[in-house]
């Protein structure tokens, strides 16, 4: 996995610039907005880490159904299934298995990163079209 | 696998996506590869209009649209009354109602002008000109003295008997009055009915609007309706003539079967079809058509409310979703105790 590497290289740039820019306070500012309960792991996962359970707080069918399928479009990813525990608990179980090519966080990053390319690809197209007006503006 | 879903007098088959690789032998290559959905996706606009947006997504799956439509439902923010203090009001509608009538109004505000509240701050410091709209409504019936003296109509009997949303009246605070000035906050529809007065009648009363979600409270949501249907599929596999031909037409809704000058029956235009069925239950087209849909052909209807142009509206649930995802994808997976 290269990407997330580059990414992480980035974000230390980004960081190191704030450093340079602004006070010490700000950056760690910064660091603590980190949100560290958004996604926990679940107790259930292997040793060796390419099958995992994952709690994921405030999001919903929304976000559970879309990104269950982008990680089953993953030939390296064995089941992915997720539930909402109770309804009025707004909390996400995504569980993740892999054949052993990967571990179960870099399937779930995986699957993330294919559902914002694909949304951005779903922006360009929806705004190049309304931009070309090459369409009715009444109803019919 | 075919991509229909078949439809059966009784049943619909076919129903799942299967797209996955490891989902049977020929699936392989099933994988996500961004470059292939850019080859496939298509987006067709049939119309947008000032409030209400057509268009078809296709070649995407049913997960994806599904995300879009109830982001648009629940998730894109808007602008709505939360706060209502009433001064005076001696109308028989009662007070909450008259809020509630309030609530659900919707306006004409672009929600990115407004920053979201903090949940967290004193209840003084809370509503700043950054964040609150002020509306305010003072409205008091009278008799009209040149009524004409044996009517019976209340329009020509009172003044401001009905008060209507138009009689909101926007209060630009600090800043807004400039950043509003050319476009000063105002109800979508004018003329909502909010209530009923009678001379002696009066309402007197302040509204605080800020930004909130469809998850929040309905009112919040800026689509009336936010839908998606497939693309509905006919396909006679038996020739249909003559008096029958008439007859199967007639099973559709009218535009969707037409007849050629041999008198037989062809599909003219599926998407105009409800998929009622009603062609499975005569005997005499057994065997003769199939109906289906296409799983990944979306013909989404949008309906905003009027704050936003319907195409704002899946603009932002697009963007939101892979917001979701991004936001996700930074952060670090904690452990659980």
Same mark, same amino acid.
């Given at each position: ?55 994921? +707080?405030?999001?919903?069918?929304? &976000?559970?159904?879309? $990104? ?6 993953? #030939?390296? @990813? *064995? ?22 090519? +990967?571990?179960?966080?870099?399937? &779930?990053?995986?699957? $993330? ?6 949304? #951005?690809? @779903? *922006? ?17 | ?337």
């Amino acid at each position: 996995m290269s990407k997330p590497e580059t990414e992480d290289i980035e974000m230390t740039d980004d960081n190191k610039i704030e450093n340079v820019e602004g006070n010490g306070a700000e950056n760690e500012e910064a660091e603590t907005q980190v949100d560290r309960t958004k996604i926990t792991l679940l107790p259930g996962a292997t040793s060796d880490g390419f099958a995992a359970s994952f709690q994921i +707080i405030d999001e919903d069918h929304t &976000l559970g159904n879309a $990104l269950r399928y982008m990680i089953m479009k993953n #030939s390296d @990813v *064995e089941f992915c299934g997720y539930s909402i525990p109770h309804p009025s608990e707004n909390k996400l179980n995504l569980r993740i298995q892999t054949y052993g090519g +990967i571990t179960a966080v870099d399937a &779930l990053h995986k699957g $993330l990163d294919d559902l914002s390319d694909m949304c #951005s690809h @779903v *922006e360009e197209v929806f705004s190049t079209q309304v931009a070309a007006k090459d369409y009715s503006t009444e109803e019919p | 696998m075919s991509n229909i879903v078949g439809i059966e007098h009784d049943r619909v088959t076919n129903t799942t996506s299967t797209d996955f690789p490891g989902y049977s032998p020929d699936s392989v290559g099933m994988d996500w590869d961004l470059e292939k959905f850019k080859k496939t996706f298509k987006l067709d606009i049939k119309y947008i209009s000032e409030r209400t947006a057509n268009f078809d997504l296709i070649g995407i799956d049913t997960s994806i649209s599904n995300a879009f439509r109830r982001i648009m439902i629940a998730e894109v923010p808007s602008v709505a009354a939360e706060n209502v203090y009433i001064f005076n009001n001696t109308s028989v509608i009662q007070d909450e109602v008259l809020a509630h009538r309030i609530g659900l109004v919707p306006l004409k505000v672009d929600p990115d002008q407004l920053s979201w509240i903090n949940k967290e701050a004193d209840e003084k410091d809370k509503f700043t000109d950054d964040n609150t709209i002020v509306l305010s409504l003072d409205i008091a019936c009278t008799k009209n003295p040149n009524a004409n003296s044996n009517s019976t109509d209340p329009d020509n009997l009172y003044r401001n008997h009905k008060v209507y949303a138009k009689h909101l009246k926007f209060e630009p605070q600090g800043r807004q009055v400039e950043l509003f000035a050319n476009n000063p906050v105002i109800p979508c529809d004018p003329n909502i009915l909010l209530a009923k007065l009678r001379p002696g009648q009066e309402i007197s009363l302040r509204v605080h609007c800020i930004l909130g979600i469809g998850s929040d409270h309905a009112k919040f949501s800026p689509v009336s309706t936010a839908s998606y249907r497939l693309l509905p599929v006919i396909n006679i596999t038996k020739p249909i003539v003559g008096k029958d031909a008439l007859e199967f037409k007639d099973c559709f809704p009218s535009g969707v079967i037409d007849i050629n000058e041999k008198g037989e029956a062809f599909v003219k235009d599926a998407r105009k079809d409800t998929v009622s069925r009603e062609v499975l239950r005569h005997e005499q087209f057994d065997g003769k058509v199939k109906l289906g849909r296409r799983r990944d052909h979306f013909i989404f209807n949008i309906e905003s409310t009027g704050a936003m142009p319907p195409e704002e509206i899946f603009f932002k649930s697009v963007r939101i979703l892979r917001n979701k995802a991004e936001y996700l994808r930074s952060c670090p997976i904690g452990n659980l105790n």
